[in-house]
């Protein structure tokens, strides 16, 4: 993978989309609430990535599996959390 600008501005969007989950996640390990999160949207969203990184897997692109992998365990924990503490 060359580190052109291109795959310098993917890498950096793929960091912010991925970070804006962390605050969610940790919120609901830390708080154990859980309440307000609907678990359809978080499954859906887990279930959208998954296939994003399968594109980028047939894509062979490294920026796109990567996030969208990333993206996919914390969204997969996220509906974890909302599966224990309801």
Not at 23 to 30: E, L, M
Not at 71 to 82: Q, R, V
Request: proline share 1%.
């Amino acid at each position: 993978m060359t580190f052109d600008a291109v795959t310098l501005l993917g890498l950096l969007a793929a960091m912010l989309t991925t970070a804006a989950n962390v605050p969610q996640v940790w919120k609901a390990w830390r708080t154990k609430e859980t309440r307000d999160i609907s678990l359809a949207m978080t499954l859906i969203l887990a279930g959208g990535l998954g296939l994003w990184v399968s594109y980028g897997v047939l894509q062979g692109d490294a920026v796109i599996i990567i996030a969208n992998a990333a993206g996919m365990l914390l969204a997969l924990s996220l509906a974890a959390l909302k599966l224990r503490h309801g």
